[in-house]
Each structure stands twice: as structure tokens, then as C-alpha cells.
């Protein structure tokens, strides 16, 4: 079935995205800050909008935005989608705050939080991971444009924050995974026994997950350039799970290791590099290149 979506953001995540929507035959309708990254997908099909609010005009807008701010800006800043007709679908990683004023203050269309998991590379293989959470026909709604850009889609509730606060903790696991790989490989080596060995062993073993192959082969190969999610946005991300954490009161003390680490790869490295190199701070710590 057809569906009318405008889709705002158009970065690496976003792009793929709204082509994936656009090869299973929906009309899209894109905005983006930078007018640049949407000559690509007019070329495909899609339907140049003139502001947020322009792209609202359908059945749902689809955002997929870097920060709470930029999130804010489209929705509730001069022309934005704020009281049109679509329901609004956030896939972006925002604060569980922000997502409850969205919800509090979504339009006649309604709202539903739908953040992902995935790099950039599954988003173009459409092989993205949709955890959305909002009111159980609004997401029957949504189910043709999460099939055309995901494999599967979880449920997590009726409260669009759900959504958010899953993809937070995820997140934030991410980021232990790494701390615990830079960690071990950093005291193998030292040992003598080479990092690649050490993942080897223990991805073939106790630790087959996905996210310790993926990320632990980046670890290995000091492959940090080009980055597929940046430590800046990392680092932003982990401030909101220590927002969500300070306000219903968990002690996270991970979290501040992962954090400076973080800030410490920016520091050193800069800030086109990718959050896995927040593992460099363990290596350098440890007196190696």
C-alpha cells in the first residue's frame, strides 16, 4: 500500500532511509537543513519540500535528526510540523524529556517515537532494527515504512518515551561492549598475545554477539576513520542516558568511564572520529601507540 510520508534529515542514516522508502513505492515528500543532500533523492523520485511544515502534508513525517535541538527546531520553530495533519515519527536518538513533550504536545496525527539500531551501512541495506513505541493503531499505521526500511520492528509500549529510553540503553551497552574490548585486548596485549587472537577466542566462544564482532574488529584494526557515528554524538548520546539515569535515580558508574573516554578520543583525535575510538584512551593509558 502506497503511503504519503515526508521524511526530514537527511544525513548518512536518513538518506538511505528515505531512498529505502522511495524503492518500496511510497511518495516522499524530503526537507533537509542543507538543501545539497536532497538532490540525490529528487533524482530518485522523491518530491522537494519547501519547509518542515510543507513535508507534514501527508500521511506521516518521518524525522531522523542529530540532537534534541535540531529535533525542536523542526517541530516546533517558525514553519515547522507542529499541528499539521501527519503523525510524526521520530527515529531520531533524543532524550526521554524531549519525547514526552512531543508526545504531550503532538498534533491531530498523534506520535510515535521509533528510534533504530544500525550504521549507516544496514540503513542502506534496509536491515535497520525499529524499536517504536506509541498508540497500538498508529503503529499499524506505520508498519509498511518500518518493513521498507528495517528487518524487524520491536514493540515496546503505548508511551512513545519507551522507545527512546530502549534506545538509550542500547546505546550505552554499546559503548560498555567497547570499554570491556579495549580493556581485555589492551591486557592481552601487554601479555603478548595479540588483540585479533584474543577477539578470535572469545567471539568464537562466550562472546558471538554482533556487536562484539563488529565493534571488536574496528578495536583490532584501529579503524576509526571514516566514521560511521561519530564520538560527538556519542558523547551526546551518553548525556542523555546520564539525564535519564540522574532523574529516576540509578547509579551508572560505567557510564562516567565511557564518557571521558569519549571526551578523551575527541580531544585527541578530533571530531570526525568514530565513538569506537573511545578505546584509545585504555591503549594510551596503557602506555601503547
Same mark, same amino acid.
Given at each position: 500500500?502506497?503511503?504519503? +510520508?515526508?521524511?526530514?534529515?537527511l544525513?548518512?542514516m536518513?538518506?538511505?532511509?528515505?531512498?529505502?522508502?522511495?524503492?518500496?513505492?511510497?511518495?516522499?515528500?524530503?526537507?533537509?537543513?542543507?538543501? =545539497?543532500?536532497?538532490? #540525490?533523492?529528487?533524482?530518485?523520485?522523491?518530491?522537494?519540500?519547501?519547509?518542515?511544515?510543507?513535508?507534514?502534508?501527508?500521511?506521516?513525517?518521518?524525522?531522523?535528526?542529530?540532537?534534541?535541538?535540531?529535533?525542536?527546531? +523542526?517541530?516546533f =520553530?517558525?514553519?515547522?510540523?507542529?499541528g499539521?495533519?501527519?503523525?510524526? +515519527?521520530?527515529?531520531?536518538?533524543?532524550?526521554?524529556?524531549?519525547?514526552?513533550?512531543?508526545?504531550? =504536545?503532538?498534533?491531530?496525527?498523534?506520535?510515535?517515537?521509533?528510534?533504530?539500531?544500525?550504521?549507516?551501512?544496514?540503513a542502506?541495506?534496509?536491515?535497520?532494527?525499529?524499536?517504536?513505541?506509541?498508540?497500538?493503531? #498508529?503503529?499499524?499505521?506505520?508498519?509498511?515504512?518500518?518493513?521498507?526500511?528495517?528487518?524487524?520492528?520491536?514493540?515496546?509500549?503505548?508511551?512513545?518515551?519507551?522507545?527512546?529510553?530502549?534506545?538509550?540503553?542500547g546505546?550505552?551497552?554499546?559503548?560498555?561492549?567497547?570499554?570491556?574490548?579495549?580493556?581485555?585486548?589492551?591486557?592481552?596485549?601487554? =601479555?603478548?598475545?595479540?588483540?585479533?587472537? $584474543? $577477539?578470535?577466542?572469545?567471539?568464537?566462544?562466550?562472546?558471538?554477539?554482533?556487536?562484539?564482532?563488529?565493534?571488536?574488529d574496528?578495536?583490532?584494526?584501529?579503524?576509526?576513520?571514516?566514521a560511521?557515528?561519530?564520538?560527538?554524538?556519542?558523547?551526546?548520546?551518553?548525556?542523555?542516558?546520564?539525564?535519564?539515569a540522574?532523574?529516576?535515580?540509578?547509579?551508572?558508574?560505567?557510564?562516567?568511564?565511557?564518557?571521558?573516554?569519549?571526551?578523551?578520543?575527541?580531544?585527541?583525535?578530533?571530531?570526525?572520529?568514530d565513538?569506537?575510538?573511545?578505546?584509545?584512551?585504555?591503549?594510551?593509558?596503557?602506555?601503547?601507540?
Amino acid at each position: 500500500m502506497m503511503m504519503k +510520508v515526508g521524511f526530514i534529515g537527511l544525513g548518512r542514516m536518513g538518506a538511505a532511509m528515505a531512498s529505502n522508502l522511495l524503492a518500496a513505492g511510497h511518495e516522499v515528500t524530503v526537507w533537509n537543513r542543507s538543501p =545539497g543532500k536532497v538532490a #540525490a533523492l529528487l533524482d530518485r523520485g522523491a518530491i522537494r519540500a519547501a519547509s518542515p511544515a510543507d513535508a507534514a502534508q501527508g500521511e506521516v513525517v518521518m524525522t531522523m535528526l542529530s540532537d534534541d535541538q535540531a529535533v525542536e527546531e +523542526v517541530v516546533f =520553530g517558525t514553519a515547522g510540523i507542529a499541528g499539521t495533519p501527519a503523525l510524526h +515519527v521520530s527515529h531520531s536518538t533524543i532524550g526521554v524529556a524531549l519525547a514526552e513533550r512531543l508526545a504531550d =504536545g503532538a498534533g491531530p496525527g498523534g506520535f510515535v517515537s521509533a528510534p533504530v539500531f544500525g550504521r549507516p551501512a544496514a540503513a542502506e541495506a534496509a536491515q535497520l532494527f525499529v524499536v517504536a513505541a506509541g498508540e497500538a493503531s #498508529a503503529l499499524d499505521r506505520c508498519t509498511p515504512l518500518f518493513d521498507a526500511i528495517g528487518q524487524r520492528t520491536y514493540r515496546v509500549g503505548d508511551a512513545p518515551p519507551a522507545a527512546n529510553l530502549v534506545k538509550l540503553s542500547g546505546n550505552f551497552m554499546i559503548m560498555a561492549a567497547v570499554e570491556a574490548m579495549a580493556e581485555a585486548m589492551t591486557l592481552a596485549e601487554k =601479555g603478548g598475545v595479540p588483540r585479533r587472537t $584474543l $577477539l578470535d577466542v572469545l567471539t568464537g566462544t562466550l562472546f558471538g554477539a554482533p556487536i562484539y564482532k563488529t565493534y571488536g574488529d574496528f578495536l583490532v584494526e584501529d579503524r576509526f576513520r571514516p566514521a560511521g557515528f561519530t564520538a560527538p554524538l556519542g558523547l551526546k548520546d551518553m548525556g542523555l542516558v546520564d539525564a535519564a539515569a540522574s532523574a529516576s535515580r540509578v547509579p551508572m558508574p560505567l557510564l562516567g568511564i565511557v564518557r571521558d573516554h569519549l571526551r578523551t578520543a575527541i580531544a585527541i583525535e578530533g571530531e570526525d572520529v568514530d565513538w569506537v575510538a573511545a578505546g584509545l584512551a585504555v591503549r594510551r593509558g596503557a602506555g601503547l601507540g
